[in-house]
């Protein structure tokens, strides 16, 4: 008010600044008996690795509690996940890596906090998913677990991306620039075009049996060309119930979920 009597003020901030003094110095701020009401804990909480904003709020809105930023280049450490577990303030946590690269930092979080944490092995997002939607609260911890964990061998994963320089695979000759289609972890197609190796990686995943398959977006994936993939989907899977999801995950230009 003082300051408004010489002129207008723009791009106010406003901060406490002991408070900023106590995070610096790590001291703990003085708190009021009456303050010290302690949340009583779920008997369940859910964490999940996400690599993009789109997984993130797609695995939110099937039942997980936290989501950790991570995956490939990004792997979230024991530190981070320890820090979930206490967030999600529950008695059994249940932590879905997505990433064999993650499995271990979860595992070593878990021997180091005092709840009762369940690591299921996901390796893929479709199958982090899988499992998220198999959870059943109504039963004890280790069956949660173990019908968590079946789930894993319920779904297909494939993956697109592009490779960082010349190899040879498993046979394949990939050149610098290719696109490959990855199906539960090998590499099985290749192509110079991106839409070209999605639709030779669907029609090596999809069989007969299947009936849902998951597309999942990736950020510098353009709507046309997921219009022109769901249009080929569309057509060659006729018995294939067929969702999208704008995932926005980096490195990956789709994720498929087969099931």
Not at 66 to 89: L, R, W
Not at 168 to 193: H, P, Q, Y
Request: cysteine-free; proline content about 3%; charged content about 25%.
């Amino acid at each position: 008010s003082y300051g408004q009597k010489y002129g207008n003020l723009i791009n106010m901030k406003i901060e406490n600044m002991r408070q900023q003094h106590t995070d610096i110095v790590g001291e703990k701020p003085q708190v009021h008996p009456e303050q010290k009401i302690k949340k009583e804990k779920n008997k369940y909480g859910i964490i999940t690795v996400s690599m993009g904003k789109g997984i993130a709020e797609l695995f939110k809105s099937i039942g997980a509690n936290e989501v950790i930023e991570g995956g490939q280049t990004m792997n979230p450490s024991t530190e981070d996940i320890v820090k979930a577990i206490h967030d999600v303030n529950a008695e059994n946590i249940i932590i879905l890596p997505n990433n064999s690269n993650i499995v271990m930092a979860a595992q070593q979080a878990a021997s180091v906090v005092e709840e009762n944490v369940i690591v299921v092995p996901s390796k893929t997002v479709p199958q982090g998913m899988a499992a998220l939607l198999s959870f059943n609260p109504s039963v004890e911890p280790e069956e949660v677990g173990r019908i968590m964990s079946e789930a894993l061998g319920n779904v297909k994963s494939g993956q697109i991306t592009y490779a960082v320089r010349d190899t040879n695979i498993d046979g394949l000759d990939i050149a610098k620039g290719d696109f490959m289609g990855i199906s539960n972890g090998k590499i099985v197609v290749t192509d110079r075009e991106q839409l070209s190796a999605s639709k030779k990686l669907l029609s090596e995943m999809i069989t007969e049996d299947d009936e849902i398959l998951t597309i999942i977006q990736g950020e510098d994936v353009s709507d046309e060309e997921v219009e022109q993939l769901l249009t080929f989907a569309e057509e060659q899977f006729e018995d294939v119930e067929i969702e999208v999801h704008k995932g926005e995950q980096p490195l990956y230009s789709y994720i498929f979920s087969v099931e």
